[in-house]
């Protein structure tokens, strides 16, 4: 409601100086002025501005371990199975957290390659992002899908699958 004010002084200026051509030699130069302070003081303010200046890091003797390394995050029995015509797939499987802290989600990256002919030909590289809230030494079941592209147009004869987790996320009890 504060905005009000100024704009019925905008209305009450627009107004004189359509009535009166002595207020208006007068408000032209006055108003020029103080709208060029007004910016300076903003350009000061934001130039002061705390909020601006990203957070000084801590030294990483300071910073605290994660709670959860992708070394004790375990996938296990992962299957893939065709999701359609294109090179789309679903990979079903189990996450077992080894680690002794609660895990929310992690990243795992698959990669497709076709071997029907030596050397294995890399037909793509997907990472999907699993949301698996899962306790510390238990385990939960997964399913995503992965995606690679069909560049060639073929689809892969004799395929082999290799799997690693990028990044978890994970909380302290």
């Excluded at 995050?73 to 679903?90: A, K, M, Q, W, Y």
């Excluded at 992965?146 to 004869?157: D, I, K, Q, V």
């Amino acid at each position: 409601m504060i905005w009000i004010i100024p704009a019925l002084a905008a209305i009450l200026i627009v107004y004189f100086a359509m009535r009166s051509s002595r207020f208006r030699r007068f408000a032209e130069p006055v108003l020029s002025v103080l709208v060029a302070i007004g910016l300076c003081v903003a350009f000061v303010v934001w130039l002061t501005d705390d909020n601006r200046k990203p957070a000084a890091e801590p030294s990483t003797a300071a910073r605290p371990a994660p709670p959860i390394t992708p070394d004790q995050i375990v996938v296990e029995t992962i299957g893939f199975e065709r999701n359609g015509t294109d090179l789309s797939f679903r990979a079903t499987g189990t996450v077992r957290n080894t680690s002794g802290a609660f895990l929310e989600y992690f990243r795992l990256t698959a990669i497709l390659e076709d071997c029907a002919e030596t050397p294995c030909r890399l037909v793509g590289e997907d990472t999907a992002l699993i949301l698996a809230r899962v306790p510390p030494g238990e385990s939960q079941a997964i399913s995503t899908f992965f995606t690679f592209p069909n560049r060639l147009g073929a689809t892969p004869r004799t395929p082999r699958w290799t799997t690693r987790i990028d990044s978890v996320s994970g909380r302290n009890l």
